[in-house]
């Protein structure tokens, strides 16, 4: 054997478990989707081709249209306030941790605490006490707010909002330290450049630390959007898999889960429906990446 | 690194800006610490006083509900199954992560980049949205209700990412070492085992956490893979216990502490490795 092929064939020897697990559980499956996707089904068993028709359905036919864009809209919601509160909120943190702000160590260990615990145990930790008789609604009685107490998970009109809100609770310590790690990675002889020019505070924030986390706020935006798109446990354990009170908290994850398992219109799994459903999320996490990568990439500032 | 912003010396503008910022954080430590404790204070109450008294102290340090929640409702296996799943599925997510690594990043071939691409495209791929073909595809192998498909699919979940972070550190690591272990007789297997796995050591450690974390906390998977009770890991015990027992107030907060506490002693003795391990795949 010549010295060429026993380098071939160790690189396959190295490379060759892992590309097949890659293949077999990311890869196939995502094909697979594609091929489904353009199938009739009844139950597991493949029918007729049928081109786009099960695009179509989910755009277009009650009642998956009504869903599919109410799940959509509250996806909408979850990234925009997310972006807004848990990413700007961690942009804080971060920034003030590293000005090493009395008891920062303290507070970076405490504010990452939530970030290790399961989605699952989380959403049912507070789904007990933001039930009408549990902690928060006591707490409010406390401080003399009582007109402030609700069903936080039973109103149509806020259930989202305080999933939304518990799993900024979870969440908010990821951004807030890579953020952290950013500005700490900022040269300082930018920072004491922007000094001796007599800068303030704010100006050296957004001028000159802002402009050079860009890459940290990308990564952060693209896992924001992934994390968005892909919200399903919150809701499961807070609100249930139908998304009550009456679908308002319903998510593209919830309801590709039951047209994949369960029942949205005539009881029985749809494969068709759903491998479509699911071929929505890949290209919309896709294009939604791309997206931001171009957006904030052309804002980078190369040192 | 920017500089600090204290007290001492500090205009007064700047002052006020300071006491507003701490007591804003030390507000939101509270808002964070105190649903723990109060979940662990609740754990040793009955219904009637979690009910009657949420903020008060346990009138005593009652255990019985442990004892319910590990031994009759199934947490003590439960755990157990979190605990050998988690760890089978790290094993091979780092011997399979850090061998392709190396097949990436110490070798010159045409068709590296593109492997590399394919391995990488895992990280963007939501494997949640192929759920309907994983399911096809474990029922064919027939190992639904094996956990051994809900494994599988953790190795994959891991592999992209450990590939990234490993053959980052792999390539920066110099060819010499390479060279002189070759004349010493060293096959490409040595190399790998003996010069190149001790080096990239300290990141080993970053990606047992970056991937043993969700690994532990996935729930998905095992949910529609996983219905038999032996195989059942934590996160799919709880949702389950949560349906059968939702108004067993001290019970549930039980199994809750029981779900989180581990977590958190282990979070206090290595804060530091957690916290760069979970931020190892957004911090450069």
């Known amino acids: 054997m010549n010295k060429k092929t026993t380098e071939r064939l160790w690189i396959l020897f190295f490379i060759a478990p892992a590309l097949a697990v890659v293949c077999m559980i990311i890869l196939l499956p995502l094909f697979m989707s594609l091929f489904n996707s353009l199938f009739s089904w009844k139950q597991l068993i493949r029918q007729d081709f049928i081109g786009l028709e099960n695009f179509r359905k989910v755009f277009f036919t009650e009642p998956y249209r009504t869903r599919f864009f109410n799940a959509l809209r509250n996806n909408g919601l979850w990234f925009i306030i997310t972006m807004l509160i848990q990413n700007v909120g961690g942009l804080l943190i971060g920034y003030f941790l590293s000005r090493r702000i009395w008891a920062h160590e303290f507070y970076k260990r405490i504010i990452f605490i939530p970030v290790l615990f399961s989605i699952v145990a989380v959403g049912f930790l507070w789904s007990l006490y933001l039930r009408p008789n549990g902690l928060v609604n006591g707490f409010l009685k406390i401080v003399g707010l009582p007109n402030w107490t609700r069903a936080w998970l039973g109103d149509e009109s806020i259930a989202t909002f305080s999933i939304i809100f518990v799993n900024i609770w979870r969440w908010i310590g990821f951004p807030s330290l890579v953020f952290l790690a950013a500005i700490d990675n900022v040269p300082m002889d930018c920072l004491e450049a922007a000094w001796l020019d007599g800068a303030s505070d704010r100006q050296v924030f957004f001028s000159v630390i802002l402009p050079l986390i860009v890459p940290s706020i990308l990564i952060i935006t693209v896992l924001t959007i992934i994390g968005s798109l892909n919200v399903f446990e919150q809701i499961y354990t807070m609100a249930g898999l139908d998304g009550s009170p009456n679908f308002s908290t319903d998510t593209i994850g919830t309801l590709f889960y039951r047209t994949a398992f369960g029942s949205v219109d005539s009881g029985n799994p749809e494969i068709g429906i759903g491998s479509a459903i699911g071929v929505i999320i890949y290209l919309l996490t896709f294009l939604a990446s791309v997206f931001s990568i171009v957006a904030l990439g052309k804002k980078e500032v190369e040192l | ?284």
């Open chain 2, 1 to 284: 690194m920017t500089s600090d912003l204290r007290l001492k010396n500090a205009a007064p503008a700047k002052k006020i800006l300071i006491i507003f910022v701490q007591i804003a954080f030390i507000c939101y430590s509270l808002i964070i610490f105190y649903p723990l404790f109060n979940m662990i204070i609740s754990s040793f109450k009955s219904t009637r006083e979690i009910l009657r008294f949420p903020f008060a102290l346990p009138q005593k340090l009652d255990f019985s509900s442990y004892k319910i929640v590990w031994v009759d409702k199934g947490f003590g296996r439960f755990f157990f199954n979190s605990v050998w799943m988690t760890a089978v599925s790290m094993l091979f997510v780092l011997l399979f992560g850090s061998m392709a690594a190396y097949g990436v990043s110490r070798y010159a071939y045409r068709m590296r980049t593109a492997v590399y691409m394919l391995f990488l495209s895992g990280i963007m791929l939501p494997l949640k949205a192929a759920i309907i073909p994983l399911f096809m595809l474990m029922k064919n192998l027939r190992l639904v209700d094996n956990p051994i498909s809900v494994i599988l699919i953790f190795i994959a979940m891991g592999l992209p990412s450990t590939i990234f972070i490993l053959s980052g550190f792999m390539k920066t690591i110099p060819k010499d070492l390479e060279y002189a272990a070759r004349i010493d007789g060293c096959n490409d297997w040595m190399i790998y085992r003996k010069i190149i796995m001790p080096v990239i050591a300290p990141a080993i450690s970053l990606v047992t956490i970056y991937n043993a974390v969700p690994i532990w906390n996935d729930f998905f998977f095992p949910l529609v893979f996983l219905q038999n009770p032996k195989y059942k890991p934590l996160p799919l015990g709880l949702t389950n216990f949560f349906g059968q027992y939702s108004t067993d107030w001290n019970l549930l907060f039980t199994a809750l502490t029981i779900a989180i506490l581990p977590v958190l002693i282990l979070y206090i003795f290595m804060a530091k490795y957690f916290i760069k391990g979970m931020t190892a795949g957004a911090v450069k």
